[in-house]
């Protein structure tokens, strides 16, 4: 049964190779972004869970107003002080800056 399978498809690659190359190509793209996403939704998943207390992580952004609305995750250094001196709910405050948000 598989060698009939096999037969009829070697001769439907010999009667139409553009139309099995366009197939292949297709399917082969189409199985990369597939996995491209997966991947990026895992990662996305996956974010500050290391941590034991991932579900009591926040992060504070800003909402800067030019042309469209950007989220921004810049701010002062002390408003992590201010959180934890005015809310008793904010247990620590950690400041994170990276350089490539600098620029």
Known sequence: MVK?????AIRSIKKQPLFFLINVF??????????????WVRDELSFDRF?????NIYRITSEIQLE??????MHDALI????????PEVL????YTSWCDLM
């Open 80 to 87: 992590g002080d201010i959180l934890v001196e005015k809310l």
């Open 4 to 8: 009939n399978y096999i037969k009829i």
């Open 92 to 95: 620590e405050s950690a400041t």
């Open 26 to 39: 297709g399917l082969a793209i189409g199985m990369a972004c597939s996995i491209l996403i997966l991947m």
């Open 51 to 55: 941590n034991k207390n991932y579900d």
């Open 68 to 73: 469209s609305i950007t989220p921004f995750g």
